[in-house]
Each structure stands twice: as structure tokens, then as C-alpha cells.
């Protein structure tokens, strides 16, 4: 198959101290740390405590995760020397939102004011898939591109109910994701080298 299509990923992590597994905000600092680094590709999200990062459009996926790898590697040794941890999943296991620090953005204020505590309980961390398709192509072609984006084992929350279940800990389950955050890194290294 030929793929014409590009591709871009804009992913949000959860910062996170990482004796405790709580989350740290820790935002302002890594912006200024990152800056040479990611330059436009890092961005502040609502919470502090999150951060994102965004590759170019990229013209396949072995590009995107290349670059994707890099950026991950390096703000995970950037927050490392902070004490800092990064978890990749859709939200933290026992944070509760009504603790957590906003960034002061004009954005995030006006849409605050605007839906209050709707707002500010959605406690969520994401990755955005972005395709581009330059021609929707064949069905066959779609349904590559779906298989791409699937994880067979299951949801991230499948897995992190399975922790729970095992050992009744919600620290249990912090651990867990900082380790599967680091190993998604290390593993992706491997792959390129």
C-alpha cells in the first residue's frame, strides 16, 4: 500500500513527584527549561501539573515516531532532574482535581469563568492523533491506518483496573503507569537504534 497521508501527534503528560506518584505542578519550570530544546513544542495545558508535547506533520509513521521517541526521551530526562516523573495516561489514579493548580492563560481563564467546576473536574491527560489524508483512498487504506492506532492488549484503563484489582493500591497503580511511561520510551529507543 502506499500511504498518502501525513501524520501528527500532540501528546499530554501528567507530572508527577516521583517518591509519592502525586501529581507535581511543575509546569512553569519545565517551560523554561525545555524552551531551548522543544522551542514551539512544548506547550502548557490547563493543570500545571500536565505538559505537552507536539512533533512536526510528519509524512509517515516511522518519521513521527522517531521524532515522537526523541521528544519523550528528552523531557523525561529534562523532569528527571527535578525529581520528576512523567505518567502517559488519560487521567492520574487518586489525584482529585479540586487540589490541583490552573495555568494562568487568558484561554483557560475565559473558558473557566465560562463553565466553572465542569471545567476544572475534567482531570484528563490525551494523545491526539492527526491525519492527514490526501485522498480517503480505499477502504482497505482506511481500515490500515485504524489497525495503526489500536492497542490489542486492551485500554489503558483496562490495565490499570487490572493493577488495582491485583494489590487494592492506588500507589500501586501510580507506579505502574511511571514504569510503562519509561518503558514506552526505552522500548521505542530500541526500535529506532
Known amino acids: 500500500m502506499s500511504a498518502h497521508f501525513t501524520i501528527g501527534i500532540e501528546e499530554e503528560f501528567q507530572m508527577v513527584d516521583r517518591s509519592t506518584g502525586q501529581l507535581c505542578p511543575h509546569i512553569h519550570t519545565i517551560l523554561e ?3 531551548l530544546y522543544f522551542g514551539e513544542k512544548i506547550k502548557p495545558e490547563m493543570m500545571q501539573s500536565a505538559v505537552e508535547i507536539t512533533t512536526d506533520v510528519c509524512p509517515n509513521i516511522a518519521a513521527v515516531r522517531l521524532e515522537l521517541q526523541s521528544l519523550r526521551a528528552t523531557l523525561a530526562q529534562l523532569v528527571a532532574e527535578d525529581g520528576i516523573a512523567l505518567i502517559s495516561a488519560g487521567t492520574h489514579p487518586d489525584a482529585h482535581w479540586g487540589e490541583q493548580l490552573t495555568v494562568p492563560n487568558p484561554r483557560y481563564i475565559e473558558i473557566e469563568e465560562e463553565l466553572q467546576d465542569i471545567v476544572r473536574a475534567i482531570l484528563i491527560f490525551s494523545m491526539q492523533v492527526h491525519i492527514g489524508i490526501e485522498d480517503l483512498g480505499s477502504r482497505r487504506e482506511i481500515h490500515y491506518l485504524r489497525m495503526l ?17 491485583e494489590t487494592g493500591s492506588m500507589h500501586a497503580v501510580t507506579q505502574y503507569l511511571m514504569q510503562q511511561t519509561m518503558e514506552g520510551i526505552t522500548k521505542t529507543e530500541e526500535i529506532v537504534s
Open 33 to 35: 527549561k525545555g524552551a
Open 149 to 165: 492506532l489500536e492497542d490489542p492488549r486492551g485500554t489503558g484503563a483496562d490495565r490499570q483496573l487490572a493493577v488495582y484489582r
